[in-house]
């Protein structure tokens, strides 16, 4: 396993929190890394991504205003910052990394993954 998620769990709605991906026997540095979710029943979904300077951030609409991503190369390689959280939010998230940063948006192009971590909103 390269990527190694952690943060998730049970929050009400309305609530914050903060995921976090370290990485495992490779380092990132140089790699797009960017969260996508699995609700159950649905296809794995862009949540955001970042590039290894941090230069270009894309966010997906359905979290857009909510969600931040970020990253601290010197330490864990990428966070996921989410407020104002809702049900429909509700999935496992994984944490992916990018050699290229072409395709932000599209999970196919990631060559490493976690195993995600649960997150599951109530109201």
């Known amino acids: 396993v390269d990527l190694v998620e952690s943060g998730g769990g049970l929050a009400q709605a309305g609530g914050s929190l903060r995921l976090s991906c370290a990485a495992s026997?490779?380092?990132?540095?140089?790699?797009?890394m960017g969260w996508f979710r699995q609700a159950p029943g649905k296809g794995r979904e862009f949540v955001a991504a970042?590039?290894?300077?941090?230069?270009?951030?894309e966010i997906a609409e359905s979290v857009k205003g909510r969600f931040t991503i970020s990253r601290d190369n010197a330490n864990n390689p990428v966070y996921l910052q989410m407020n104002s959280l809702k049900p429909e939010d509700t999935a496992v998230y994984y944490c992916?990394?990018?050699?290229?940063?072409?395709?932000?948006?599209?999970?196919?192009?990631?060559?490493?993954w976690g195993q995600g971590t649960q997150v599951t909103i109530f109201s």
């Open positions: 992916a990394a990018d050699r290229w940063g072409t395709d932000l948006h599209n999970y196919q192009v990631y060559d490493h």
């Open positions: 026997g490779h380092t990132f540095h140089a790699y797009t």
């Open positions: 970042i590039t290894w300077s941090g230069d270009r951030r």
